[in-house]
Structures are given as C-alpha cells and as structure tokens.
C-alpha cells in the first residue's frame, strides 16, 4: 500500500487511489504569501505500511513566472492520507518536503505554478498552485 500526504490541513485531505500509470490531477490550491520573503506553500510526505519513511519526490512541472520555489527537507507528523490511509501511522514522526515560494523583489499580484509529487511506488500527482502576493 502506498501512503502520501500533500498537507497537513485535514481540510484539505481527500482519498485518491495512485493505482493507474497516469498523472493524476488533485486540483487547484489556492495561497496567500507576503511580498518580499520566502513562504512555506505546502509540505509533502510519504509512509509505508509499518510507518517508516517513504521517500517523496516533487518535480516541477510548470515554473512560477513571478518568483522561485524551493524544497526543504524537515520533520514532521503524519497526518491525514490524500493516498492511501494513514491508519495506526497517524500522528507519528517523519521527515516531510516543504515546497517554499519566493516572489520577486517588489512583486504583488497573482502568480502560479505545478508540481508532480510522488514516491517510488506511485504515479506522480499533479497540484496546481494559485498565489497571492500581498
């Protein structure tokens, strides 16, 4: 069983089966990041059955056109599954893949971007990110 987590907003969680050889789409995440400074987007994170790390990778599918990304390794906890069920793994540590935006210097307005994120054992997920820089 394959297990991943896009954010750790239980809002946000929704059940989706990785099970085809196509790129899944997840939809449109909508954020808000204050001008002039890098912002954490989203984090990502991946588990095995008996809760150890699985590795996740995120690829840039489209770049932002006013501002950079930036991943970022760290720790963190599982939280809801968007793949698969977190189950007993909830709330246990892992390392997690922060995805951090940077506008522009003296950039405000609206920019966006999309990542493919998976794991070994998957098909890539595609996210499509709508920013606010204010």
Same mark, same amino acid.
């Given at each position: 069983m394959i297990n991943a987590i896009r954010s750790g907003l239980p809002a946000?969680?929704?059940?989706?089966?990785?099970?085809?050889?196509?790129s899944a789409t997840a939809g449109t995440i909508s954020k808000t990041v204050p001008a002039g400074r890098a912002s954490k987007v989203d984090h990502y994170t991946g588990w095995?059955?008996?809760?150890?790390f699985l590795?996740?990778?995120?690829?840039?599918?489209v770049?932002?056109?006013?501002?950079?990304l930036a991943p970022?390794?760290?720790?963190?906890? #599982? &939280?809801? @599954?968007? #793949? &698969?069920? @977190?189950?007993?793994?909830r709330g246990k540590p892992t390392?997690?893949?922060?995805?951090?935006?940077?506008p522009a210097?003296?950039?405000?307005?609206t920019d966006g971007f999309s990542v493919n994120m998976r794991t070994p054992k998957s098909a890539?997920?595609?996210?499509?990110?709508?920013?606010?820089v204010e």
């Open positions: 946000l969680a929704a059940a989706l089966c990785l099970c085809t050889a196509l095995n059955d008996d809760c150890s590795s996740v990778n995120v690829d840039i599918v770049k932002p056109a006013h501002g950079t970022r390794t760290a720790m963190g906890r #599982i &939280g809801d @599954a968007q #793949i &698969g069920n @977190a189950g007993a793994c390392k997690v893949l922060e995805l951090y935006y940077k210097r003296g950039y405000r307005g890539p997920v595609r996210y499509d990110y709508v920013v606010t």
